[in-house]
């Protein structure tokens, strides 16, 4: 079945650092979501990729997918402690939606 | 629109009881997922509807597990008898399937499952 596989499973960072998280299917995808959930929360839908190569952001966070469009990417710019959660991928193909393992990210002020 | 309705919020019972878990999806949504997510495993889904009928049951752990979509707005998933493992949280979440791609999902705040 498909796979999707995220790394780091975590991350610890200073405050104004930045982070990167990645994201890789075992199939070619016809989408790609992410999504990030607070501690204590649930998760919320953040954007969706469609395009291979394409390139989106939302203020600080950069958001790719790969030209194969199995492979895609969350980089955050100067992390904040409100960027502190679990951010997943989630691999769309035919009705399927297969989320990631996540990475959970904290950010120490 | 309330979003995704889930109850009871936190459910702590017996092993060997039954628990069912409810939800409410998002009006106009036409696919309802349960998912189940612990530490050690992650988000991991359980089911899937389009149209409430079962597409994917594939994640349902097994035979104690089941769920059901009896229309567009209500669904339950039964868990019995209920064993310490089943311990987690279980989020419902719904969406619009458009085609064969699935547009965002929205989860509910979750149900957390405590079975002692």
């Known amino acids: 079945g498909q796979q999707v596989m995220q790394i780091p499973q975590y991350q610890h960072v200073q405050e104004g650092e930045d982070f990167t998280t990645y994201c890789n299917s075992s199939?070619?995808?016809?989408?790609i979501q992410w999504y990030k959930q607070r501690p204590g929360g649930h998760p919320v839908f953040l954007i969706q990729?469609?395009?291979?190569?394409e390139v989106k952001k939302q203020k600080r966070l950069t958001f790719q997918f790969g030209e194969a469009k199995k492979n895609s990417s969350l980089h955050i710019t100067a992390t904040q402690t409100t960027d502190v959660g679990t951010y997943f991928c989630?691999?769309?193909?035919?009705?399927?939606?297969?989320f990631g393992k996540g990475t959970m990210l904290l950010v120490s002020p | 629109d309330a979003g995704v309705i889930q109850s009871p919020r936190h459910e702590v019972t017996e092993m060997g009881q039954e628990v069912t878990l409810r939800c409410k999806p998002i009006?106009?949504?036409?696919?309802l997922f349960w998912y189940r997510q612990t530490m050690m495993r992650g988000l991991e889904l359980l089911i899937y509807?389009?149209?409430?009928?079962?597409?994917?049951d594939s994640g349902m752990p097994e035979d104690r597990f089941s769920a059901k979509m009896p229309n567009a707005s209500f669904s339950t998933l039964k868990i019995q008898p209920s064993e310490p493992r089943d311990s987690a949280v279980y989020f419902c979440?719904?969406?619009?399937?458009?085609?064969?791609?699935?547009?965002?999902?929205?989860f509910g705040p979750g149900t957390r499952l405590t079975v002692l």
């Open positions: 990729l469609v395009k291979s190569g």
């Open positions: 989630a691999g769309n193909r035919y009705s399927t939606l297969t």
């Open positions: 009006s106009g949504h036409n696919s």
């Open positions: 979440a719904s969406s619009l399937l458009a085609g064969v791609s699935h547009n965002e999902q929205f």
């Open positions: 509807f389009n149209n409430n009928v079962p597409i994917d």
């Open positions: 199939t070619t995808l016809s989408n």
